[in-house]
């Protein structure tokens, strides 16, 4: 296996170094675009993040704050990201919160890591007291914006806080900003998406954040502008795209609404961004929607077929045959950073002909999150690239083809589930490796390959193993109506019974055009022609129409334990 030759990356102890590196070396550089309430974009630059974090988390220290932990909740902005710098870089523990969650939930996971302060922003402005009701410990609640006029002497004021803080710092006051940081000590507490059920408390330190951020730059170089589309709670958007661009000095533009991402993109026109698998699709697929709806279809595979012949020759022109399809986007959008789950190695070829680099990689929040990735110095779709510098991967008790659950060693591996200790222990092996419960091989070139999750494996009567996520895949790919779908074995089939069911959520118009019987019929026609091609303990015995989307993560991870699997 060939050995990459790796760039070369600054090392940043703690988070602190990293904000003090970032406005040393970028200063006046923007770190962030962001809308008012107004509607208007507004800047700050990483020497303001430097002042504002250290005048922030001075005045918490200086009224008697340290060593509390600190739920922060709201949407994403400049005042999330300054509040959760502020409290892990010398304060105490962060707890990111899915403002998504129903208040009780809110409250339950508040109640379960501890906390005794908490930020909002304004979407939960009219249900923070509903949360804090069932929050007895919480003494301290700081508003991230500006509130109603009937709340205002309710709540700490983040901006008021900021500017008693800087006239703290101004007058000498240094217990912040020279505190030491144990760069091994938990610092934050992420609660995982719970796709297979109850959420766990994953603690991380400043060192399994920042031995991640030293790999992926190592491996890549991220330039120009991001924008930030995904849940700012969740590791993946924070720590890759938030504290990967501190690191690059790249600015990162918040988008305001999932329903405004493409007028967005044509707003701050970014260079590359973050997403999931799902947004990636449903772009690739609404470019080909646009194209055979204005009747360009055609055009576009004639140009992308004479495109690729060029690429051959080392003659490049995508940006100039497809610049219309990549204006919708900005026109500046070259890269596509995918992760959360596998991606269809038809999309990344798909996008990448237009002139679109999509690299997936492999991550767990337990890992900081990231394990291995595609990047510019290797490249395998259908795969989810090498393991990252930091961390060692090994695939325990595989079968014939190799596949087995991924374990992973390193320093990006989390400290364990807070307050407990027996699903800590549960998930790291005798000899200290971490448990994924995901399933995978090592594929050409080193490349790690996703075959699903363990606990979704089919094992049928006759001791056939079946992944349900690659006939997923497979019906996503011949099935172009198929919008979401599930393959599982119901209840019976562990019974003996020994076959596979598939849900399937189609394409409303498709729906519409048919009427649901027949839709319904049509469906079972093709999977049944799917059925064919594929190994006859692989056949889709049964199948069932969903007429809504099913229940997701909020990064868009279809939660399979709610799918009902009786029939």
Same mark, same amino acid.
């Given at each position: 296996?060939?050995?990459?030759?790796?760039?070369?990356?600054?090392?940043?102890?703690?988070?602190?170094?990293?904000?003090?590196?970032?406005?040393?070396?970028?200063?006046?550089?923007?770190?962030?675009?962001?809308?008012?309430?107004?509607?208007?974009?507004?800047?700050?630059?990483?020497?303001?993040?430097?002042?504002?974090?250290?005048?922030?988390?001075?005045?918490?220290?200086?009224?008697?704050?340290?060593?509390?932990?600190?739920?922060?909740?709201?949407?994403?902005?400049?005042?999330?990201?300054?509040?959760?710098?502020?409290?892990?870089?010398?304060?105490?523990?962060?707890?990111?919160?899915?403002?998504?969650?129903?208040?009780?939930?809110?409250?339950?996971?508040?109640?379960?890591?501890?906390?005794?302060?908490?930020?909002?922003?304004?979407?939960?402005?009219?249900?923070?007291?509903?949360?804090?009701?069932?929050?007895?410990?919480?003494?301290?609640?700081?508003?991230?914006?500006?509130?109603?006029?009937?709340?205002?002497?309710?709540?700490?004021?983040?901006?008021?806080?900021?500017?008693?803080?800087?006239?703290?710092?101004?007058?000498?006051?240094?217990?912040?900003?020279?505190?030491?940081?144990?760069?091994?000590?938990?610092?934050?507490?992420?609660?995982?998406?719970?796709?297979?059920?109850?959420?766990?408390?994953?603690?991380?330190?400043?060192?399994?954040?920042?031995?991640?951020?030293?790999?992926?730059?190592?491996?890549?170089?991220?330039?120009?502008?991001?924008?930030?589309?995904?849940?700012?709670?969740?590791?993946?958007?924070?720590?890759?795209?938030?504290?990967?661009?501190?690191?690059?000095?790249?600015?990162?533009?918040?988008?305001?609404?999932?329903?405004?991402?493409?007028?967005?993109?044509?707003?701050?026109?970014?260079?590359?961004?973050?997403?999931?698998?799902?947004?990636?699709?449903?772009?690739?697929?609404?470019?080909?929607?646009?194209?055979?709806?204005?009747?360009?279809?055609?055009?576009?595979?004639?140009?992308?077929?004479?495109?690729?012949?060029?690429?051959?020759?080392?003659?490049?022109?995508?940006?100039?045959?497809?610049?219309?399809?990549?204006?919708?986007?900005?026109?500046?959008?070259?890269?596509?950073?995918?992760?959360?789950?596998?991606?269809?190695?038809?999309?990344?070829?798909?996008?990448?002909?237009?002139?679109?680099?999509?690299?997936?990689?492999?991550?767990?929040?337990?890992?900081?999150?990231?394990?291995?990735?595609?990047?510019?110095?290797?490249?395998?779709?259908?795969?989810?690239?090498?393991?990252?510098?930091?961390?060692?991967?090994?695939?325990?008790?595989?079968?014939?083809?190799?596949?087995?659950?991924?374990?992973?060693?390193?320093?990006?591996?989390?400290?364990?589930?807070?307050?407990?200790?027996?699903?800590?222990? &549960? $998930?790291?092996?005798? =000899?200290?490796? @971490?448990? #994924?419960?995901?399933?995978?091989?090592?594929? +050409? %070139?080193?490349?790690? *390959?996703?075959?699903?999750?363990?606990?979704?494996?089919?094992?049928?009567?006759?001791?056939?193993?079946?992944?349900?996520?690659?006939?997923?895949?497979?019906?996503?790919?011949?099935?172009?109506?198929?919008?979401?779908?599930?393959?599982?074995?119901?209840?019976?089939?562990?019974?003996?019974?020994?076959?596979?069911? &598939? $849900?399937?959520?189609? =394409?409303?118009? @498709?729906? #519409?055009?048919?009427?649901?019987?027949?839709? +319904? %019929?049509?469906?079972? *026609?093709?999977?049944?022609?799917?059925?064919?091609?594929?190994?006859?303990?692989?056949?889709?015995?049964?199948?069932?129409?969903?007429?809504?989307?099913?229940?997701?993560?909020?990064?868009?991870?279809?939660?399979?334990?709610?799918?009902?699997?009786?029939?």
């Amino acid at each position: 296996m060939r050995k990459l030759k790796l760039f070369s990356a600054d090392k940043v102890r703690d988070l602190r170094e990293l904000v003090q590196r970032a406005a040393k070396k970028y200063n006046g550089v923007v770190a962030y675009k962001q809308y008012d309430r107004k509607g208007d974009i507004v800047v700050y630059t990483f020497r303001q993040l430097l002042e504002d974090m250290n005048a922030l988390g001075s005045i918490l220290v200086n009224r008697g704050y340290k060593g509390r932990k600190f739920a922060v909740i709201g949407d994403t902005s400049y005042q999330w990201i300054l509040s959760y710098l502020s409290v892990v870089n010398g304060v105490g523990v962060i707890v990111p919160i899915d403002k998504e969650l129903p208040n009780d939930d809110i409250a339950k996971l508040m109640n379960k890591s501890d906390v005794e302060g908490v930020f909002f922003g304004r979407t939960l402005e009219y249900d923070i007291e509903d949360i804090l009701s069932k929050c007895p410990n919480v003494k301290t609640v700081i508003a991230l914006d500006e509130v109603k006029e009937e709340n205002e002497n309710k709540y700490l004021s983040l901006q008021e806080l900021i500017t008693e803080g800087k006239t703290l710092v101004k007058n000498g006051f240094s217990e912040y900003t020279e505190a030491e940081i144990d760069v091994e000590k938990m610092s934050i507490i992420i609660f995982t998406s719970g796709t297979m059920g109850a959420n766990k408390g994953v603690m991380l330190s400043h060192k399994n954040i920042t031995s991640m951020l030293h790999s992926v730059f190592s491996m890549h170089r991220f330039e120009g502008t991001s924008i930030s589309v995904l849940p700012i709670h969740h590791t993946y958007e924070f720590n890759l795209n938030v504290l990967g661009c501190i690191y690059a000095g790249v600015t990162l533009c918040i988008n305001d609404s999932l329903k405004r991402v493409v007028p967005n993109l044509q707003i701050y026109k970014p260079n590359f961004t973050l997403m999931v698998p799902l947004i990636v699709e449903n772009l690739y697929k609404g470019i080909w929607r646009e194209a055979e709806k204005n009747g360009l279809a055609p055009h576009m595979k004639q140009g992308i077929w004479f495109s690729n012949i060029l690429r051959k020759f080392g003659l490049d022109n995508r940006r100039y045959y497809f610049k219309p399809v990549l204006d919708k986007f900005g026109g500046n959008l070259s890269m596509i950073v995918s992760g959360a789950a596998p991606l269809r190695p038809e999309v990344v070829r798909g996008l990448d002909d237009l002139g679109i680099s999509v690299y997936n990689g492999y991550g767990i929040t337990e890992c900081s999150p990231l394990v291995s990735f595609n990047c510019e110095l290797l490249n395998i779709p259908g795969s989810v690239g090498r393991p990252i510098p930091c961390v060692e991967v090994r695939i325990a008790d595989p079968d014939e083809n190799g596949v087995g659950e991924i374990q992973v060693k390193g320093d990006n591996v989390m400290i364990g589930f807070y307050k407990d200790e027996e699903a800590t222990k &549960a $998930t790291f092996t005798e =000899d200290g490796w @971490f448990k #994924t419960g995901d399933l995978g091989k090592f594929g +050409k %070139k080193g490349v790690l *390959e996703i075959r699903g999750r363990q606990k979704n494996l089919i094992i049928l009567a006759n001791g056939k193993n079946v992944h349900p996520e690659e006939l997923e895949d497979y019906l996503m790919d011949h099935i172009p109506y198929i919008k979401e779908v599930v393959v599982y074995a119901p209840e019976s089939a562990a019974e003996g019974m020994g076959y596979i069911s &598939a $849900t399937a959520y189609l =394409d409303p118009d @498709f729906i #519409t055009e048919h009427g649901e019987d027949e839709a +319904k %019929k049509l469906l079972e *026609e093709d999977v049944r022609k799917c059925n064919r091609q594929l190994a006859t303990y692989k056949h889709i015995n049964k199948v069932h129409l969903r007429l809504t989307e099913f229940e997701k993560t909020t990064t868009k991870k279809i939660k399979r334990h709610m799918l009902e699997k009786g029939e």
